[in-house]
């Protein structure tokens, strides 16, 4: 996809899903737009106005019965002109249009690229330009809230912020070594730490709601694990709300991955259900527990099913993961779910105050199933949302965590050592992270691969 600023192709796409509907929408931009409209309605269309047109092929033959909206630039979604073309919605006569469209001299469209046009002719940052794909993607309404505040600017405005909070003293710092005549001690002299401790706090604060507004994106991978017949398939049934995985007193009835998509007050999860582990001589079985150790090695989160009733429930619990010691990954979070609680006589409960948070409950009743919906939204710091979050992907996050590293060094270089050309080095590290969110820096790769994830239309 090229990524020329000025490019001076007219663009068109149908800017609408795919499939029948009611109103089909042909989009075009560029400097042919309104030419190519006036060519195939024969009205020159006043900006902004909504006209009832015909819309005709090649030949003057009448394909459908329309609306005529055109945008001039700069005034536009893109920054250049645009025309739309409003017909009925079948998808057959959404390409002829198209093709006429492309026969008077527009062409194709590529995944995003009205979008990237918008980006590139500053209408928007590439944090708003990300948001649009999110909200058409969102999958809850929780999501498309957030996907909007993004659009909106919530989370560009924020980094803006700090950019220049950074930039400011960088610039600062950065004169101080530079005329080193004036024989000002910078670091004595002024507020550099505690500038430097503020911007940090802020990357940090900035960095806990790009989390949650990725989990809200992309949801959070839950992997229930266990030995056979601890009641696994149970608990997906139970989060489910939906019998997805057949129950049965057999050991090993569960031999393959289930998986399920639910949701828990707007947080996605994606419900692994996996293969019971432990030694077994079944071919089939081993492959089963081979998948269910992999996606354990993926997964967000981990529930570890016992059994209850079979077990001596004081037996704490880094004894009773110990026993699994060698399939879990160290690196994901475990909530150990002490299940079966009926037949154990014990009370349905959540114990935080301990290394790993410990759930007793019972898949088969329900008793406790609340009290692990809830730690679930903690633990994906759900809780603590409110109505200022805001979508966030991957990149963000990973921005914002290098942005803080540079912080963290700065900081550490200033209070150990006073070095004042390591402390700039850094915050320009960190200047680069940060810009890179909303585009301000950001490389021609970078900006491909994420426009060519957008639909056509957009």
Same mark, same amino acid.
């Given at each position: 996809?090229?990524?020329?600023?000025?490019?001076?192709?007219?663009?068109?796409?149908?800017?609408?899903?795919?499939?029948?509907?009611?109103?089909?929408?042909?989009?075009?931009?560029?400097?042919?737009?309104?030419?190519?409209?006036?060519?195939?309605?024969?009205?020159?269309?006043?900006?902004?106005?909504?006209?009832?047109?015909?819309?005709?092929?090649?030949?003057?033959?009448?394909?459908?019965?329309?609306?005529?909206?055109?945008?001039?630039?700069?005034?536009?979604?893109?920054?250049?002109?645009?025309?739309?073309?409003?017909?009925?919605?079948?998808?057959?006569?959404?390409?002829?249009?198209?093709?006429? *469209?492309?026969?008077?001299?527009?062409?194709?469209?590529?995944?995003?690229?009205?979008?990237?046009?918008?980006?590139?002719?500053?209408?928007?940052?590439?944090?708003?330009?990300?948001?649009?794909?999110?909200?058409?993607?969102?999958?809850?309404?929780?999501?498309?809230?957030?996907?909007?505040?993004?659009?909106?600017?919530?989370?560009?405005?924020?980094?803006?912020?700090?950019?220049?909070?950074?930039?400011?003293?960088?610039?600062?710092?950065?004169?101080?070594?530079?005329?080193?005549?004036?024989?000002?001690?910078?670091?004595?002299?002024?507020?550099?730490?505690?500038?430097?401790?503020?911007?940090?706090?802020?990357?940090?604060?900035?960095?806990?709601?790009?989390?949650?507004?990725?989990?809200?994106?992309?949801?959070?991978?839950?992997?229930?694990?266990?030995?056979?017949?601890?009641?696994?398939?149970?608990?997906?049934?139970?989060?489910?709300?939906?019998?997805?995985?057949?129950?049965?007193?057999?050991?090993?009835?569960?031999?393959?991955?289930?998986?399920?998509?639910?949701?828990?007050?707007?947080?996605?999860?994606?419900?692994?259900?996996?293969?019971?582990?432990?030694?077994?001589?079944?071919?089939?079985?081993?492959?089963?527990?081979?998948?269910?150790?992999?996606?354990?090695?993926?997964?967000?989160?981990?529930?570890?099913?016992?059994?209850?009733?079979?077990?001596?429930?004081?037996?704490?619990?880094?004894?009773?993961?110990?026993?699994?010691?060698?399939?879990?990954?160290?690196?994901?979070?475990?909530?150990?779910?002490?299940?079966? *609680?009926?037949?154990?006589?014990?009370?349905?409960?959540?114990?935080?105050?301990?290394?790993?948070?410990?759930?007793?409950?019972?898949?088969?009743?329900?008793?406790?199933?609340?009290?692990?919906?809830?730690?679930?939204?903690?633990?994906?710091?759900?809780?603590?949302?409110?109505?200022?979050?805001?979508?966030?992907?991957?990149?963000?996050?990973?921005?914002?965590?290098? *942005?803080?590293?540079?912080?963290?060094?700065?900081?550490?270089?200033?209070?150990?050592?006073?070095?004042?050309?390591?402390?700039?080095?850094?915050?320009?590290?960190?200047?680069?992270?940060?810009?890179?969110?909303?585009?301000?820096?950001?490389?021609?790769?970078?900006?491909?691969?994420?426009?060519?994830?957008?639909?056509?239309?957009?």
């Amino acid at each position: 996809m090229s990524l020329l600023v000025g490019d001076s192709d007219t663009i068109t796409a149908i800017a609408t899903g795919p499939g029948a509907g009611g109103v089909g929408i042909i989009r075009l931009s560029g400097p042919k737009a309104f030419s190519v409209a006036q060519a195939v309605t024969g009205v020159t269309a006043k900006a902004r106005q909504a006209h009832y047109v015909q819309i005709h092929d090649r030949h003057g033959d009448v394909l459908d019965q329309g609306l005529l909206l055109q945008f001039p630039g700069p005034h536009s979604f893109t920054g250049e002109d645009v025309a739309e073309l409003h017909c009925h919605g079948g998808p057959v006569l959404l390409r002829t249009v198209l093709r006429e *469209c492309i026969h008077l001299g527009a062409r194709q469209a590529a995944p995003g690229e009205f979008s990237q046009r918008a980006f590139l002719n500053n209408k928007i940052d590439l944090v708003q330009a990300e948001a649009i794909a999110d909200l058409i993607s969102s999958s809850t309404e929780a999501a498309a809230r957030s996907a909007s505040r993004s659009l909106s600017g919530a989370f560009s405005t924020q980094v803006d912020a700090l950019l220049e909070q950074l930039i400011r003293l960088r610039v600062f710092i950065e004169a101080a070594i530079d005329f080193p005549e004036e024989e000002i001690d910078f670091i004595a002299e002024s507020d550099v730490l505690e500038r430097l401790e503020s911007i940090e706090a802020s990357i940090d604060s900035l960095l806990a709601g790009a989390r949650r507004g990725r989990t809200l994106r992309d949801g959070l991978k839950l992997v229930i694990a266990g030995a056979p017949n601890a009641g696994k398939s149970s608990l997906l049934n139970q989060l489910a709300e939906q019998d997805s995985a057949i129950v049965t007193d057999i050991p090993g009835t569960t031999r393959d991955v289930l998986r399920e998509y639910v949701q828990i007050d707007g947080l996605p999860l994606h419900i692994v259900d996996t293969a019971g582990l432990r030694d077994s001589a079944d071919a089939i079985e081993q492959e089963g527990i081979r998948r269910a150790r992999t996606e354990m090695q993926s997964a967000d989160h981990i529930l570890l099913v016992i059994d209850s009733s079979q077990i001596n429930n004081t037996k704490d619990s880094t004894t009773l993961i110990a026993a699994y010691k060698g399939d879990l990954p160290p690196a994901v979070p475990i909530t150990l779910i002490r299940n079966k *609680c009926d037949l154990s006589e014990t009370p349905a409960f959540i114990d935080r105050d301990k290394d790993v948070t410990e759930i007793s409950l019972s898949a088969r009743s329900g008793d406790g199933i609340a009290l692990l919906r809830q730690h679930l939204l903690s633990a994906a710091g759900m809780s603590d949302s409110d109505s200022s979050d805001f979508s966030a992907r991957e990149r963000h996050v990973l921005a914002l965590e290098d *942005c803080a590293h540079h912080l963290r060094q700065g900081l550490f270089q200033l209070k150990q050592h006073g070095a004042a050309e390591l402390i700039a080095e850094d915050l320009r590290y960190a200047q680069d992270s940060l810009g890179s969110i909303t585009g301000s820096f950001s490389s021609d790769e970078l900006l491909g691969e994420i426009f060519s994830s957008f639909c056509i239309g957009k």
